[in-house]
T-cell receptor
């Protein structure tokens, strides 16, 4: 299995631009999680989906952030407009669902907003 | 709500020293417990997990953790650390009913050669 796939691995953009991060979960996993990691705030859960449905988006920092999961094999996290304080590493993770399975993390997308 | 605390923000050890990283959680029900490791510049990887049964869990790379239900703790141990263990370590908790994993703030381990 290829594991959780994220793209791009690195993104540098200017303030005000739209940024779209992409994630492909492991095949057969029906839960998907988006995290943000910074030195100051550590690892933060932004949103998670179960069977393509957003379950908890209370961690999404503000309306500039949105996430979708149109099907079981693809999710996007969009920031519009981006700001320098959005600079972080964004991780996607997936797992098999309600059973006590561990999460598998993707390699992350390092976002720099200048 | 569940929460996870990790006692140490940064631990510095010399090679061959013994390691114990603390993890405490707050949740009264049945929990699943995990330790993840994040090597510099990499993503989180599972070290070990506890679901049920023997409270002493052995993981990869010589790590082990002990679940003490009465103390709501799941401390990570390794008898002799190596320079390659330099990484950040995250404790995580998931209850049996929900989907959400709650991660602790992480402990950075630096092992000096």
């Amino acid at each position: 299995d290829a594991g959780v796939i994220q793209s791009p691995r690195h993104e540098v953009t200017e303030m005000g631009q739209e940024v779209t991060l992409r994630c492909k979960p492991i095949s057969g996993h029906n839960s998907l999680f988006w995290y943000r990691q910074t030195m100051m705030r550590g690892l933060e859960l932004l949103i998670y989906f179960n069977n393509n449905v957003p379950i908890d988006d209370s961690g999404m920092p503000e309306d500039r952030f949105s996430a979708k999961m149109p099907n079981a094999s693809f999710s996007t996290l969009k920031i519009q407009p981006s700001e320098p304080r959005d600079s972080a590493v964004y991780f996607c993770a997936s797992n098999k669902g309600l059973a006590p399975y561990e999460q598998y993390f993707g390699p992350g997308t390092r976002l720099t907003v200048t | 709500a569940q929460s996870v605390s990790q006692h140490n923000h940064h631990v510095i050890l010399s090679e061959a020293a013994s390691l114990e990283l603390g993890c405490n959680y707050s949740y009264g029900g049945t929990v699943n417990l995990f330790w993840y490791v994040q090597y510099p510049g990499q993503h989180l990887q599972l070290l070990l997990k506890y679901f049920s049964g023997d409270p002493l869990v052995k993981g990869i790379k010589g790590f082990e953790a002990e679940f003490i239900k009465s103390k709501f703790s799941f401390n990570l141990r390794k008898p002799s650390v190596q320079w390659s263990d330099t990484a950040e370590y995250f404790c995580a908790v998931k209850n049996n009913y929900g989907q959400n994993f709650v991660f602790g703030p992480g402990t950075r381990l630096s092992v000096l050669p």
